[in-house]
């Protein structure tokens, strides 16, 4: 986890856009949501987060293939804390892996 979420940054992430859209709505917790074509738009308080991504080449490591999914954050009126917050919770929600 990250002690600082800029306003804008890109991830890389390791799952399909169904998985993604499947995972999303948990993931914005009680925020109000729309979605669109490839984006969404998150109400924060005052502010908003936008998201757009787009479903990239797998990663093939030998004969494992993993999806990629090219995500822009972008957020606009939220402070340092308030994008921590937020991403926080976003982050744990959509943290995978095993162990």
Do not use: N
Not at 42 to 53: H, P, T
Not at 74 to 97: C, H, I, P, S, V
């Amino acid at each position: 986890m990250q002690s600082f979420y800029a306003e804008k940054f890109d991830r890389e992430m390791g799952c399909t856009e169904a998985e993604w859209l499947r995972w999303l709505p948990d993931a914005v917790g009680d925020k109000h949501w729309k979605q669109q074509t490839s984006s969404a738009g998150v109400r924060i308080g005052d502010g908003a987060l936008g998201l757009k991504w787009q479903v990239a080449e797998p990663r093939i490591i030998g004969l494992i293939q993993i999806p990629r999914l090219l995500v822009s954050f972008r957020f606009a009126g939220l402070t340092d804390e308030e994008r921590y917050t937020f991403m926080k919770r976003f982050d744990l929600y959509m943290q995978r892996g095993g162990g």
